[in-house]
């Protein structure tokens, strides 16, 4: 009942527009009022003189409405003209013909999503796609009591029905939907944006060919409308994996100057999932690809192997590249550094694109793209950037210290070589090996799994099944003997279950890089998040993705976890240098997958000429990092201690907060 005296005119069109027997409804309850109306009025001697042993004045009333010049006696001439001209009207059709076209339309206004309505304090969604019910669900636990506005070029009454076949009533009656396109001015003018939205969603329409070009020119005119005590977080889906990456190294707000009233965040399906599989945490249903954890005495390293290339193979493959980094690495050890490999029959042209896209980290990468029948060969086809002593690189480390190769094999995972080559990597005692099957087809990917032999379902770490609609078949195939370490993942309908891609904990590593120790002075974290380039803010992000797989390399159990035990290790100077060699390790491939590079010889000897003036090498080095995207310290852990020593200090700023930060994330003291 508070609801719909909020917004009456949104609970009239609702209730309206339910069904026949409501009409009916509403239009007695309208002939009731009038007729009560009547009946007060009667009360007005002027109108009504009661005349013995005739009707009571109601009866009277009804009865000149329903045929005039009946129980007329004690009315004058006036009020008994004003009740039959209300008896003609109600009763004679005109009325009811009347109010029966204009609440149509009122109606047909509703279904077809064309009326607005005065709403404030909401949260705003613009575009539509199969995940809408699950975002639907993930805002109303977060408000409750806001509206959520949904503006779409689809048949709102289509929208409506989607959310309905998902999504509980109590949802849907926060839920308005209208009709219009996210690229016109008028209809944008329609989200209410003066009102003091809480949250804005731009997610597009799922079938534009120009889907992220769309959904950015759309920011940027709300951006320009919208009037917020605070800036407003808006959260903007981007489909292509390219224009998501380019986000990453370009300030968008600061370039279109729209950064005063949003907070822009990009999003990317392909990454939420991936984060979501790879940067687990002690709350995760996924097994981290580490397994227990691999520490500096382990023999072991970490084989990914993704079957089916795309975009969210891509993902997968980019996020894992920024954490499979572990204190047993030595530089050239080919044995020990993490795997990462790409099977389809169409791998060639996927080769060249991913490395094409990524070409700075393949120019210090080894590397190798082979057939199918010529897998099992490990020693074949490599590519190592360092080999020779004409290597263009050798400045940067006597050996090649990135300590994860890549592999792209072409054939078809049904054929007896893949097969035998993925039961050769599962059974291999000294790879923790985690097979991701991300083709399109959902039937397939769940056709594939079948197919592996029982072999690899008993010693993989875990078998990963990407389903686009439901995980029921994997659910299914759990069931089967050893299939236990099948885990389904893709799911439109799960993607928003958890946050989009935080940088609640980004922030934290920002500050401790800022020399921020306190981590609970938000204002001050806030404020250095807000001045740090794009660049530095996804660097943050992705090294707070790696915590507690750097927690595990320690050899400690997450679930036992202490503050002393974590303490005494951090405290022991060797495991200290451990940590910030795999930490630079990281470094260096987060800073080639975000398009920088490393110094020619040439230019890495110019600034050794300034190590003598730290000064003008730190500004020489900024300046370096901003205009070309180059990186003195994209080297060897040797190297770096050689030409820029200093900044070995600022990993220790990040190991000595480990125990706060695992606290903070997984919610525990």
Same mark, same amino acid.
């Given at each position: 009942?508070?609801?719909?005296?909020?917004?009456?005119? /949104?609970?009239?069109?609702?209730?309206?527009?339910?069904?026949?027997?409501?009409?009916?409804?509403?239009?007695?309850?309208?002939?009731?009022?009038?007729?009560?109306?009547?009946?007060?009025?009667?009360?007005?001697?002027?109108?009504?003189?009661?005349?013995?042993?005739?009707?009571?004045?109601?009866?009277?009333?009804?009865?000149?409405?329903?045929?005039?010049?009946?129980?007329?006696?004690?009315?004058?001439?006036? &009020?008994?003209?004003?009740?039959?001209?209300?008896?003609?009207?109600?009763?004679?059709?005109?009325?009811?013909?009347?109010?029966?076209?204009?609440?149509?339309?009122?109606?047909?206004?509703?279904?077809?999503?064309?009326?607005?309505?005065?709403?404030?304090?909401?949260?705003?969604?613009?575009?539509?796609?199969?995940?809408?019910?699950?975002?639907?669900?993930?805002?109303?636990?977060?408000?409750?009591?806001?509206?959520?506005?949904?503006?779409?070029?689809?048949?709102?009454?289509?929208?409506?029905? @989607?959310?309905?076949?998902?999504?509980?009533?109590?949802?849907?009656? $926060?839920?308005?939907?209208?009709?219009?396109?996210?690229?016109?001015?008028?209809?944008?003018?329609?989200?209410?944006?003066?009102?003091?939205?809480?949250?804005?969603?731009?997610?597009?329409?799922?079938?534009?060919?120009?889907? !992220?070009?769309?959904?950015?020119?759309?920011?940027?005119?709300?951006?320009?409308?919208?009037?917020?005590?605070?800036?407003?977080?808006?959260?903007?889906?981007?489909?292509?994996?390219?224009?998501?990456?380019?986000?990453?190294?370009?300030?968008?707000?600061?370039? $279109?100057?729209?950064?005063?009233? #949003?907070?822009?965040?990009?999003?990317?399906?392909?990454?939420?999932?991936?984060?979501?599989?790879?940067?687990?945490?002690?709350?995760? =249903?996924?097994?981290?690809?580490?397994?227990?954890?691999?520490?500096?005495?382990?023999?072991?390293?970490?084989? /990914?192997?993704?079957?089916?290339?795309?975009?969210?193979?891509?993902?997968?493959?980019?996020?894992?590249?920024? #954490?499979?980094?572990?204190?047993?690495?030595?530089?050239? !050890?080919?044995?020990?550094?993490?795997?990462?490999?790409?099977?389809?029959?169409?791998?060639?042209?996927?080769?060249?694109? &991913?490395?094409?896209?990524?070409?700075?980290?393949?120019?210090?990468? %080894?590397?190798?793209?082979?057939?199918?029948?010529?897998?099992?060969?490990?020693?074949?086809?490599?590519?190592?950037?360092?080999?020779? =002593?004409?290597?263009?690189?050798?400045?940067?480390?006597?050996?090649? &210290?990135?300590?994860?190769?890549?592999?792209?094999?072409?054939? $078809?995972?049904?054929?007896?070589?893949?097969?035998?080559?993925?039961?050769?990597?599962?059974?291999?005692?000294?790879?923790?090996?985690?097979?991701?099957?991300?083709?399109?087809?959902?039937?397939?990917?769940?056709?594939?799994?079948?197919?592996?032999?029982?072999?690899?379902?008993?010693?993989?770490?875990?078998?990963?099944?990407?389903?686009?609609?439901?995980?029921?078949?994997?659910?299914?195939?759990?069931?089967?003997?050893? %299939?236990?370490?099948?885990?389904? &993942?893709?799911?439109?309908?799960? @993607?928003?279950?958890?946050?989009?891609?935080?940088?609640?904990?980004?922030?934290?590593?920002?500050?401790?890089?800022?020399?921020?120790?306190?981590?609970?002075?938000?204002?001050?974290?806030?404020?250095?998040?807000?001045? @740090?380039?794009?660049?530095?803010?996804?660097?943050? #992000?992705?090294?707070?993705?790696?915590?507690?797989?750097?927690? %595990?390399?320690?050899?400690?159990?997450?679930?036992?976890?202490?503050?002393? !035990?974590?303490?005494?290790?951090?405290?022991?100077?060797?495991?200290?240098?451990?940590?910030?060699?795999?930490?630079?390790?990281?470094?260096?491939?987060?800073?080639?997958?975000?398009?920088?590079?490393?110094?020619?010889?040439?230019?890495?000897? =110019?600034? %050794?000429?300034?190590?003598?003036?730290?000064?003008?090498?730190?500004?020489?080095?900024?300046?370096?990092?901003?205009?070309?995207?180059?990186?003195? !310290?994209?080297?060897?852990?040797?190297?770096?201690?050689?030409?820029?020593?200093?900044?070995?200090?600022?990993?220790?700023?990040?190991?000595?907060?480990?125990?706060?930060?695992?606290?903070?994330?997984?919610?525990?003291?």
């Amino acid at each position: 009942m508070k609801r719909f005296f909020k917004n009456i005119r /949104l609970s009239f069109d609702r209730s309206f527009s339910s069904g026949q027997s409501k009409q009916l409804m509403w239009l007695a309850g309208f002939m009731l009022i009038v007729y009560g109306l009547l009946g007060a009025l009667s009360y007005i001697s002027e109108f009504y003189v009661p005349q013995e042993g005739e009707h009571s004045r109601w009866y009277n009333i009804l009865f000149q409405l329903l045929d005039p010049g009946e129980g007329s006696d004690s009315m004058t001439p006036l &009020f008994a003209v004003i009740v039959a001209m209300f008896g003609l009207v109600i009763f004679g059709g005109m009325l009811i013909s009347v109010m029966s076209n204009v609440l149509e339309r009122r109606v047909e206004s509703y279904t077809n999503g064309e009326t607005d309505y005065k709403i404030n304090n909401h949260v705003i969604i613009v575009g539509f796609n199969q995940s809408i019910p699950s975002l639907i669900e993930k805002i109303y636990k977060e408000h409750p009591d806001s509206y959520i506005l949904l503006m779409s070029n689809k048949e709102s009454e289509t929208i409506r029905d @989607c959310v309905r076949s998902y999504l509980d009533d109590k949802i849907e009656e $926060n839920l308005i939907v209208i009709r219009g396109l996210l690229t016109a001015k008028d209809d944008i003018d329609r989200l209410s944006l003066k009102s003091n939205p809480k949250e804005i969603y731009i997610l597009g329409e799922e079938d534009d060919d120009c889907h !992220d070009s769309n959904n950015l020119k759309c920011v940027i005119e709300i951006a320009q409308r919208v009037i917020v005590r605070e800036r407003i977080q808006c959260h903007v889906q981007i489909d292509s994996d390219t224009t998501y990456s380019v986000l990453q190294r370009v300030d968008f707000c600061k370039t $279109n100057g729209i950064g005063n009233n #949003i907070v822009f965040e990009p999003f990317n399906f392909n990454e939420i999932w991936a984060q979501k599989v790879i940067a687990t945490n002690p709350k995760s =249903e996924y097994n981290p690809l580490d397994g227990e954890g691999i520490t500096k005495e382990s023999q072991k390293n970490v084989h /990914l192997i993704i079957i089916g290339t795309n975009e969210l193979a891509s993902s997968i493959a980019v996020n894992a590249a920024h #954490i499979l980094h572990f204190p047993n690495y030595k530089d050239g !050890d080919f044995t020990t550094c993490s795997h990462i490999t790409f099977i389809d029959d169409q791998i060639s042209n996927f080769s060249k694109l &991913f490395r094409s896209q990524y070409r700075n980290l393949f120019n210090l990468s %080894r590397w190798r793209e082979i057939e199918g029948d010529e897998c099992l060969d490990a020693s074949k086809g490599w590519i190592d950037p360092f080999a020779g =002593e004409d290597s263009p690189y050798r400045h940067l480390g006597k050996t090649n &210290f990135m300590d994860i190769q890549w592999e792209f094999i072409s054939g $078809n995972v049904y054929d007896d070589t893949i097969q035998t080559y993925l039961k050769h990597c599962s059974l291999n005692e000294g790879e923790i090996t985690t097979i991701a099957l991300c083709f399109e087809s959902s039937e397939l990917n769940a056709s594939v799994c079948l197919a592996l032999p029982v072999e690899i379902c008993k010693t993989a770490n875990q078998i990963l099944v990407r389903q686009k609609e439901s995980e029921t078949t994997v659910s299914l195939i759990q069931k089967l003997p050893y %299939r236990d370490c099948v885990k389904p &993942f893709g799911m439109m309908s799960e @993607c928003y279950n958890e946050n989009l891609i935080s940088n609640k904990y980004g922030k934290l590593i920002n500050a401790l890089y800022s020399r921020i120790s306190n981590l609970s002075e938000t204002d001050k974290i806030q404020q250095a998040w807000d001045t @740090c380039s794009i660049t530095d803010k996804w660097s943050s #992000i992705y090294c707070a993705n790696m915590i507690y797989t750097r927690l %595990r390399s320690l050899g400690l159990s997450i679930d036992k976890l202490n503050k002393e !035990d974590l303490n005494a290790m951090l405290a022991n100077s060797d495991i200290q240098d451990d940590i910030q060699a795999t930490e630079h390790n990281r470094w260096n491939t987060e800073k080639l997958l975000l398009g920088f590079s490393s110094l020619s010889d040439e230019e890495q000897s =110019e600034f %050794r000429k300034l190590l003598s003036d730290k000064t003008v090498l730190k500004q020489k080095k900024k300046g370096l990092a901003k205009s070309d995207m180059k990186h003195l !310290d994209i080297c060897s852990n040797e190297v770096l201690k050689e030409i820029d020593p200093d900044i070995v200090r600022y990993d220790n700023d990040v190991n000595d907060k480990l125990w706060e930060l695992h606290c903070i994330i997984s919610n525990t003291k």
